[in-house]
């Protein structure tokens, strides 16, 4: 295989996802909110995707209903996932199972009538549930007295809220290019971040869910930093990917590069160390998810 320009530009994207969680941890400690990196992440980042847009957003009102609802799933899938960091579920284990996005994606297909079932792909997605329950690290005296932390509910509801956004990709109907669709994505899923955190607030007074805090100059400068690098780096460079220098399935295997810096960076720069059952569930769903990839 010859490695283009496109492949760098896809593991470039990659390094810059892959700091994501470790942003979102560093800012937890500082005392941001998860609700409140969601919407400073899109805050930040709209204004320079116009700009690399060159001032050329597009929105066409009759597709207002469809980023609506791509802005809302796209809003939930991003807090679901970072709130996970917020009850202290460790960043290997979140981003293992938020990539159990390809198995919800199989089953969403499956149950939308887009794709058919077979047995090699049923057995990939058993494999990879099963990989998602090791990495977990719940044990069955846990389960049995529900002893289970909330973050792993919320990492796995991240991994079906980002099977849901990527389905609603493919319903898009009119021409977008991929920056202007994430404008108009992040347009709709700002302001739902905004109810959704008020909603919660009924719920909950968990500070580091809900709570919004005027930034001091380290706080600011990482919610700056996080919107750069991880969110309009790596979704700009993506948009400039060449799709006859690189197949779908050699991009979607390039992009498992960023799990796998996930729990490096989790590691070296966080300390984070958990079980060798959970790196064993770590490896086998992103084994089952290149499986996913390659049928």
């Not at 990879?128 to 044990?139: E, I, K, N, Q, V």
């Not at 005027?214 to 780096?233: E, G, K």
Request: proline share 4%; aromatic share 14%.
């Amino acid at each position: 295989m010859k490695f283009t320009k496109s492949h760098a530009l896809l593991v470039i994207a990659s390094i810059g996802l892959s700091f994501i969680l470790v942003f979102s941890t560093t800012l937890k400690n500082s005392g941001i909110s998860s609700l409140q990196q969601v919407f400073s992440r899109m805050a930040f980042s709209l204004p320079l995707i116009f700009l690399l847009m060159m001032g050329k957003a597009k929105l066409e009102f009759r597709d207002s209903p469809h980023f609506m609802l791509r802005g809302l799933v796209f809003s939930a899938f991003l807090f679901s996932a970072l709130s996970s960091i917020a009850f202290g579920c460790p960043v290997p284990v979140t981003v293992a199972l938020v990539y159990t996005q390809p198995f919800f994606t199989a089953i969403i297909s499956f149950l939308s009538g887009r794709e058919k079932t077979s047995a090699g792909k049923l057995a990939i997605v058993l494999v990879g549930m099963f990989g998602a329950f090791l990495a977990s690290g719940l044990t069955p005296q846990q389960i049995a007295e529900l002893d289970i932390n909330l973050g792993i509910f919320l990492a796995l509801f991240g991994g079906f809220f980002y099977a849901l956004y990527l389905f609603l990709k493919r319903t898009e109907k009119s021409a977008y290019t991929p920056l202007q669709a994430l404008f108009n994505t992040f347009l709709f899923a700002a302001p739902f971040t905004l109810i959704l955190g008020f909603i919660l607030r009924f719920l909950t007074e968990n500070p580091l869910l809900v709570s919004f805090v005027i930034p001091n100059h380290y706080q600011l400068t990482l919610l700056v930093l996080f919107a750069i690098f991880s969110t309009v780096l790596p979704y700009g460079l993506l948009n400039y990917v060449n799709t006859a220098e690189v197949s779908p399935t050699s991009e979607g295997t390039i992009l498992l590069f960023d799990p796998v810096l996930h729990v490096t960076w989790a590691i070296l720069l966080l300390g984070q160390i958990v079980s060798i059952f959970q790196y064993l569930g770590i490896i086998l769903i992103l084994m089952s998810a290149f499986a996913m990839f390659r049928i």
